[in-house]
């Protein structure tokens, strides 16, 4: 890729200054080269490739050989801001969305203080906008202080200027049973989803990894699938009985996925995620101990893993997201027992895409548009992502170099966590650009226009437009 | 060897090669002058995070007796539950000259962490990591077995062991010593049976290289060795792996009359410290089939043969 820029009037990187951009051969959803002009934070023309004609002022991005998709959005990402700032904050986990093609991202709610308040999620959904990288989207708890004994506010969440539509206990399962049956019906006053959690708090006690052969050998406590079945199924029961919408986070075993077959077949309004670590990781890699590939739900076998491949292709789980888990590095360079569970995952999870689903001829890109953008980003009601690129349409996009190969090295991922699963894997694909809203925050695989850190740097540079004040 | 972590870790000319060294090391015990010269000059640290009196004492003895320095660090309680005091624990031992750790933790995997987390380059013994591994304990074991069957039938000590029979009875799920022992016993060409109430069987041991039983009686008279393994209090009642004490001995426990089952050759063994009265009658433990207080003579041989391997090795090759 290449950029130029037409000489311009105005030199600001400010938003509502931004200059058109017109993206040039760029094959849209992996089809025909076609070009772009962005303007006025849309979709102004599109056309042929070669067939526009770059207006005055214009910054022209070359995009031959790359695959255009609409940004994608993350339904589920821990940003840990308030409260674990030396994890992730809302800034440095922007960046890292950013640079792995997101526009969007949803910020879970067990920060410190949860995200159970309307004062909380406004905080963060605040954060996020002052950042500008990315559109950062509150999930709000089910249950105060995650604690699984009464609802919190559900709907003054819904109705602050977060707009919050997603509820989850994440991290937690919100297992008694009368407390999910009212949380599904409660949220269908604001159009909401319950993002479950799913896992047998019983059943999971002191649980380290996937209960199976791997785990007999090592002696680590067995997480038997069953504690995620089994309260995958009560759930699809309860909101059919209930008739509201599922939606069920990172589903990880080959008994969830028929469940979930059985429930949809049914006509029970449910939807289901996966992460990209179940998609191509399995529990063998526990073998050496290493906390890095400690995680909740846990890495499970290559057959659940081939199991959850045919999900996403058949749309038996609806998207792929990332459960983006950042971790200071003392609490995963430790025995196993004592470490946090979590894996990174924005800036990797297009790449184990292409790899797992991609390379293995199970989704093509318009697929891979469908469950890492369109698909989460209806599950989260954001009307502004997860179109398509056509005219008239929000100008979110991701530019990505799918001949590009490159061994993953956390430690130049701008997530402050370091614990990713994948060091040192080779990787197909590249983030090549990211567009939000018309304004390209990632050129040639860097952040671009990043509003200053620090008030006093904003200050010395004159007043940050773009911050707070931002349309 | 760099390290010994696992009984999976030895191959079978490996193990028989360490439990030589032990009969060797086990014959200079017997003289009136027990101590070696061998590791003049090395310190071994002993670093327990975990209560253990009996492993304690055992690799402290058998260090001293090849003229090791030795550290023994005590750290129980609270700092268990903070994985940076182990990272850092490595770190100030390196910084302290260590030539070789001997690790018990609470953690299964600490050993393994220990040897290539890559926190220091210091050689790595197992001494019982969580409900992994406690590999000295199965080479003890090995250890006692094949000197008894071998003193029996005579013939070469490198296939003593090839198809012994050997019953390992009860809490397997929590058990190191039952892991250590399975993996090492296949690798010895002995036959295993693992005996113990479904509950306490891991899911997965299936895929274990042995078979497993819930008919204790069935199993005893075809076996050349019963090792019964510790049975923890806290299992039971809250804990719900198996009704109660008294059932738990009703169908798993030995007692005289499981004992009578057995072969006459056979032996009784336990890894220590007995419940007695729950998984092994007071008959049982002090009959003279019992190897158990010879078991613990021989592991100062075993840790003698694996320090020196540990340590020496590579000189002495």
């Known amino acids: 890729m290449s950029t130029t820029d037409t000489p311009a009037p105005t030199g600001a990187a400010g938003e509502g200054a931004a200059p058109p951009v017109l993206v040039r051969r760029a094959r849209l959803l992996g089809g025909e080269e076609t070009d772009l002009l962005l303007a006025g934070g849309r979709v102004a023309r599109t056309g042929p490739g070669g067939s526009l004609e770059a207006p005055d002022g214009a910054r022209v991005v ?117 407390l999910m049956r009212r949380a599904l019906e409660y949220v269908r006053s604001v159009d909401g989803v319950v993002a479950q959690h799913a896992q047998d708090p019983r059943l999971t006690e002191g649980a380290q990894m996937h209960e199976g052969v791997v785990s ?113 590095v003392e609490d995963k360079d430790c025995e196993w027992a004592a470490a946090a569970m979590g894996m990174t995952g924005l800036e990797t999870a297009l790449s184990v895409v292409q790899e797992a689903l991609v390379e293995t001829g199970l989704l093509g890109w318009a697929d891979v548009a469908r469950v890492l953008s369109s698909a989460p980003a209806r599950i989260g009601r954001l009307e502004d992502h997860g179109r398509p690129l056509a005219e008239g349409e929000p100008a979110h996009l991701v530019l990505v170099d799918p001949a590009a190969r490159r061994p993953v090295a956390p430690e130049q991922h701008a997530t402050q966590g370091r614990n990713s699963p994948y060091r040192g894997m080779e990787l197909p694909g590249r983030v090549v650009a990211t567009v939000l809203r018309g304004r390209p925050v990632v050129l040639d695989g860097a952040l671009v226009g990043e509003q200053p850190d620090d008030a006093h740097l904003g200050a010395s540079r004159g007043a940050p437009h773009g911050a707070a004040g931002a349309s | ?212 039983s819930w008919d204790l009686d069935a199993v005893l008279p075809d076996v050349d060795a019963v090792m019964v393994l510790r049975v923890q209090r806290e299992r039971m009642g809250g804990g719900g792996f198996f009704p109660s004490a008294q059932e738990y001995t009703r169908r798993f426990g030995l007692d005289g009359r499981r004992l009578r089952l057995l072969p006459d050759h056979a032996l009784v063994m336990h890894p220590g410290p007995m419940n007695r009265g729950l998984e092994i009658s007071a008959e049982a433990a002090d009959s003279p089939r019992s190897t158990i207080v010879e078991q613990v003579a021989n592991g100062v041989a075993v840790r003698m043969a694996a320090l020196y391997l540990l340590l020496a090795g590579e000189d002495a090759a």
């Open chain 1, 62 to 178: 070359e995009a031959a050989g790359l695959v255009a998709l609409p940004g994608l959005v993350d339904l589920h990402t821990h940003l840990r801001e308030p409260g674990r700032e030396d994890a992730e904050t809302v800034r440095t986990g922007s960046r890292a969305a950013a640079l792995g093609g997101f526009t969007a991202v949803h910020a879970m709610a067990n920060t410190d203080p949860v995200a159970d308040t309307a004062g909380v999620v406004e905080q963060v959904w605040r954060l996020g906008r002052e950042v500008g990288l990315v559109d950062v989207r509150p999930v709000g708890a089910v249950t105060v202080g995650l604690a699984g004994e009464r609802l919190a506010e559900l709907g003054a969440m819904a109705t602050s200027a977060a707009r919050v539509r997603v509820f989850s206990d994440d991290g937690r399962c919100v297992h008694d049973p009368v």
């Open chain 1, 216 to 328: 007999s050998v090592l002696g680590l406590r067995g997480w038997p699938a069953v504690a995620e079945e089994a309260v995958i199924a009560r759930d699809v029961l309860l909101a059919d009985h209930v008739g509201s919408r599922l939606h069920v986070c990172h589903v990880s075993t080959a008994g969830s996925v028929e469940i979930l077959r059985w429930a949809k077949a049914r006509g029970v309004d449910v939807t289901a995620e996966v992460t990209p670590h179940h998609l191509l990781l399995t529990d063998e890699l526990v073998r050496g101990y290493d906390p890095v590939y400690k995680v909740n739900p846990p890495l499970r076998t290559r057959a659940d893993v081939e199991a959850l491949r045919e999900a996403v292709a058949d749309g038996t789980v609806d998207v792929v997201a990332t459960d983006h888990a950042p971790h200071p």
């Open chain 2, 1 to 212: 060897m760099r390290h010994l972590l696992s009984a999976a870790d030895l191959s079978r000319e490996g193990a028989l090669e360490l439990l030589d060294v032990a009969e060797e090391m086990a014959a200079t015990q017997a003289r009136e002058i027990k101590k070696l010269p061998t590791l003049r000059g090395r310190t071994v640290v002993n670093l327990f995070f975990e209560d253990s009196t009996r492993t304690r004492i055992s690799f402290e003895a058998a260090a001293k007796r090849l003229s090791a320095d030795v550290i023994t660090f005590s750290a129980k309680g609270s700092s268990v539950s903070k994985g940076e005091s182990l990272k850092d624990t490595a770190l100030t031992l390196q910084a302290m000259g260590a030539d070789a750790v001997v690790l018990r933790h609470s953690a299964s995997g600490a050993a393994h962490r220990l040897a290539h987390a890559g926190w220091s380059g210091v050689g790595v013994l197992n001494a019982g990591d969580g409900t992994h591994e406690h590999p000295t304990q199965a080479l003890l074991d090995a250890f006692t077995l094949r000197r008894r069957l071998a003193e029996r039938a005579g013939g070469d000590p490198a296939r003593v062991l090839e198809g012994a029979r050997v019953a390992v009875v009860g809490d397997v799920l929590h058990s190191r010593v039952a892991r250590s022992n399975v993996l090492l016993l296949e690798t010895l060409g002995a036959d295993v049976v693992l005996v113990a109430p479904p509950t306490l069987l891991p899911v997965g041991v299936g895929t274990w290289p042995c078979r497993t």
